[in-house]
């Protein structure tokens, strides 16, 4: 199961990790491990190919060619079988486990990486981190885990877009930046030369999102953070995310954010201390 790493992102920033084992390995070349067959994984992986070459076969059916660069992500409680190619092969593996008992574990996403000198250095460190028997080096490894699960899925959606993701970067600083502003989606595409079909399509096939949604979901985040500090009217507050109509941006506020913005301010004011 390919999973779109925007749900992936979604996944590991929603939901507690805990992380276990990390380990540098390398297997035979020709080889086959079946260690897993008969006695299921009990934990996710990470696993990264650094050198060579090697076959993940899960439940005998479900079969990933892993080499350099390759990332798999997930495959609790599934059995594995793994064929090593004839120059045998060398990668990074993290056993862990997502703290949702209602989470998909067994699920094998399948990524790609470029192997960058920074990808090479988080992975020392993890590796070194995982030794360290105190608590600070188990701070450090999860700390470590997560940047590097950032870099893999930032990476891979790179890769998806190829050249164009320089494009949809630039365009989502300009809207973050600009996004107190008329912004539309001609206006945008306009400002990459590109047509308006193609920039959205460019846009959410990196972010998984269409542009002006993400401009929306941008300006209610900006807007909460301005209510919730509990000294601007929702009036002001409107104006100041883009909404000269602050019935447009309560209605939206609502649907985004799931309370009127009139109800979040309030709560602000009076949990405000005197």
Known sequence: MNYRYEQL???????PVTVYGVFQTVLES???????VDKPTTKCGMIIGLRGEAEFIFDGTERYRV???????GGAGRQLEILVGDSGFE???????LDQDDMDKHAVAYLTVTLEPELIRLLEQIVKAASEPDYMGQLEKKALFYRIVT??????????IGESYPVVEDAIA????HYMEGLTLAGLSERYQLKPKYFSYLFQKYTGTAPIDYLIAYRMNRAQEWLTTGQFSVSAVARSVGY???????????????????KLGFAARRNCPS
Do not use: M, W
């Open 174 to 177: 300009y809207i973050q930046a």
């Open 30 to 36: 020709n080889h086959i491990y079946t260690g897993h």
């Open 9 to 15: 992102a979604k996944q590991f920033a929603s939901i």
């Open 151 to 160: 870099f893999v899925i930032q990476s891979d959606r790179r890769e998806q």
């Open 91 to 97: 990668y990074c593996l993290v056993h862990y486990l």
């Open 67 to 73: 080499s350099p660069g390759t990332v798999l992500l």
């Open 244 to 262: 000269a109509d602050p019935y447009y941006f309560s209605r939206l506020f609502k649907k985004y954010k799931g309370v009127p913005p009139s």
